[in-house]
């Protein structure tokens, strides 16, 4: 080992402190976006069960000859089950995302950019933006796969119209996958995503149509957190009276998972 | 302008005061071991100063700011013991990852040289050795070009082979002027690297000084003899001594030069049963950082006691 030689260190230069910038938003940046998307493709399970479970679920059910060309509202019903595929994929892929967010704190790696001017806002922002291509993906592959099969007939708009809406009300499920993650973190978060996920489709009818549930189970239903946003999305297909409990149940949600995650983040950072 | 100054400061954990009243001035360019045993409070003060938790009482700032603005200016970075590392990115991602999130940062080749990962920089790092990753930590570190870099235990669970060529690293590092302060508990680390060394334990700063100067402190040899009612002093006056002690029937006298000690105390005194004990370079670390310090006051620890 070789004892310090202070003679050959260079004086340190004289830099004003304040001329340091401090980046703007934050510190989010659409090159850590590119970096996280091309982390989670590389994840083989996350893509299966949000891009290709999705459009195997419209090829066993929204094909059925049986009942695929009946009429719904503009369009058919195999048109209504690849909106509800759709969503499916693209809720999983946000929930996935929010719960990334206390995997990673688990690991160590939001302590490590804590040490970067990263703003936990800016964090929870590239994380939901990821979430959102990887949702696009799904939401792209099943409209795709439907537009090939020639099955899913609606208006050219309406198309674009549910799957952007279906898109964006995603988003919801980023808070749920927050809220998740932080009342249980454990690298296991996201088989307890996938399952609840699996259920609240169910009661939000993706899979079966609530009308073949039993009456206490259809009312049940309609306070479940995917009930509102399914029923919102298919509405441009659907038409008909609009049922102002959609709205109420999709808010009351987004206000549940928001400030539980809220208050579980301050209480998870006031222990640190 | 200080590159650390810490006035007073306290942390407290529940009923666990963890950092008793630190006072610290670190001039820029200086290299700082920071000194001690496992729980001596050192892991505590690194996080404040890189503003991952705040003092319960007294004053923290890094270049005159508070340590989160040093933080979102890139004027301090860390290499931390607890950091995680995301298993499914490979290095040179995880450098173009961290090199994105500040507004100016080295260029990723460059920090990646200079940590010694150029060649591993498509591996995952899932698929790094410990010291890999740390010198992965070291070249995150270096991205905004930090006028300060702190340092945990950077050395933690590496071989000697890693150990060696991290400090190679640091080293050339400093040498370009960086305020550099680390957290070992390795003697020989602080010895080899720091131009200054402060010894902490349980929270406080206990001694302070240049390396040589803490070494001397915690060298010297120690005569013990038998001796009833020894003139004090008389022992105090005799060149090198630097403490006296009277233990009951016996006297303790430490010292530089034992041979002029142990003269006195038979020649000019009743003094019998006289031992002589070198005091090595861990023992008297030991001594000084351990819980029962067998010897009392060694160094004014500047302030805050």
């Known amino acids: 080992m070789s004892s310090p030689a202070p003679s050959l260190r260079v004086p340190p230069a004289a830099i004003d402190p304040q001329s340091r910038p401090v980046p703007p938003l934050g510190g989010f940046t659409a090159a850590v976006v590119a970096i996280e998307i091309r982390r989670v493709l590389r994840n083989r399970r996350t893509v299966i069960f949000t891009i290709v479970v999705p459009v195997l679920f419209f090829l066993l059910f929204g094909l059925n000859s049986s009942y695929a060309t009946n009429r719904v509202g503009e369009g058919n019903e195999s048109a209504f089950i690849m909106i509800s595929m759709a969503l499916y994929g693209a809720v999983l892929a946000t929930a996935s995302g929010g719960a990334m967010v206390s995997v990673e704190r688990l690991l160590g790696w939001s302590r490590q950019l804590r040490i970067t001017p990263l703003t936990p806002p800016a964090y929870i922002a590239i994380k939901m933006v990821t979430s959102l291509v990887l949702g696009l993906g799904a939401v792209l592959a099943v409209y795709a796969v439907g537009l090939l099969t020639h099955k899913p007939t609606m208006p050219a708009a309406i198309w674009v119209e549910t799957g952007a809406a279906l898109w964006i009300g995603s988003l919801l499920f980023s808070a749920f996958g927050l809220f998740v993650g932080y009342l249980l973190p454990s690298e296991n978060v996201m088989q307890l995503i996938g399952f609840s996920l699996m259920l609240f489709s169910f009661g939000g009818g993706l899979f079966i149509p609530l009308s073949q549930f039993s009456h206490p189970l259809r009312v049940l239903a309609t306070y479940t957190p995917l009930y509102g946003l399914n029923q919102l999305v298919h509405y441009p297909l659907v038409q008909g009276a609009f049922d102002w409990t959609w709205a109420a149940n999709l808010l009351a949600w987004l206000v549940i998972f928001t400030a539980g995650a809220i208050w579980r983040f301050r209480k998870d950072t006031a222990r640190v | ?305």
Not at chain 2, 67 to 73: G, L, S, T, W
Not at chain 2, 105 to 133: D, N, Y
Not at chain 2, 143 to 160: K, R
Not at chain 2, 251 to 266: G, Q
Request: with cysteine; net charge negative; hydrophobic share 45%.
């Open chain 2, 1 to 305: 302008m200080a590159a650390i100054e810490l006035t007073g400061v306290h942390k407290r954990f529940g009923a666990v005061q963890a950092v008793r009243g630190i006072d610290l001035w670190v001039e820029p360019g200086e290299v700082v071991a920071f000194l001690g045993p496992n729980g001596a409070g050192k892991t505590t003060t690194i996080d404040m100063v890189l503003g991952l938790s705040e003092p319960t009482s007294g004053k923290v700032s890094v270049y005159g700011m508070a340590p989160k603005d040093a933080v979102r200016r890139g004027l301090v970075s860390a290499v931390m013991q607890t950091g995680g590392l995301l298993k499914d990115l490979t290095v040179a991602e995880t450098i173009a990852y961290t090199a994105h999130l500040f507004p100016r940062s080295r260029p990723p080749t460059e920090v990646m040289a200079r940590a010694g990962i150029t060649e591993i920089s498509g591996r995952l790092v899932g698929k790094c050795s410990g010291g890999e990753q740390q010198r992965l930590r070291f070249a995150m570190a270096l991205l905004p070009d930090p006028l300060l870099l702190l340092l945990d235990e950077p050395t933690q669970g590496m071989d000697v082979e890693g150990r060696r060529s991290f400090w190679a690293a640091i080293r050339h590092d400093a040498d370009a002027g960086r305020t550099i302060v680390f957290a070992t508990h390795y003697l020989e680390e602080a010895d080899a690297y720091a131009d200054r060394v402060v010894l902490v334990r349980r929270g406080e700063i206990v001694a302070d000084g240049t390396a040589s100067e803490v070494k001397a402190l915690a060298s010297g040899r120690t005569v013990r003899a038998t001796l009833a009612d020894p003139d004090e002093a008389a022992l105090r006056s005799i060149p090198g001594v630097d403490r006296v002690e009277v233990r009951g029937s016996s006297v303790v006298v430490h010292c530089a030069d034992s041979d002029t000690v142990a003269r006195y105390l038979l020649t000019e005194t009743a003094a019998k049963d006289l031992e002589v004990a070198a005091l090595g370079l861990e023992d008297a670390f030991v001594a000084l950082t351990g819980d029962d310090s067998r010897l009392s006051p060694v160094a004014d620890p500047g302030s805050g006691r």
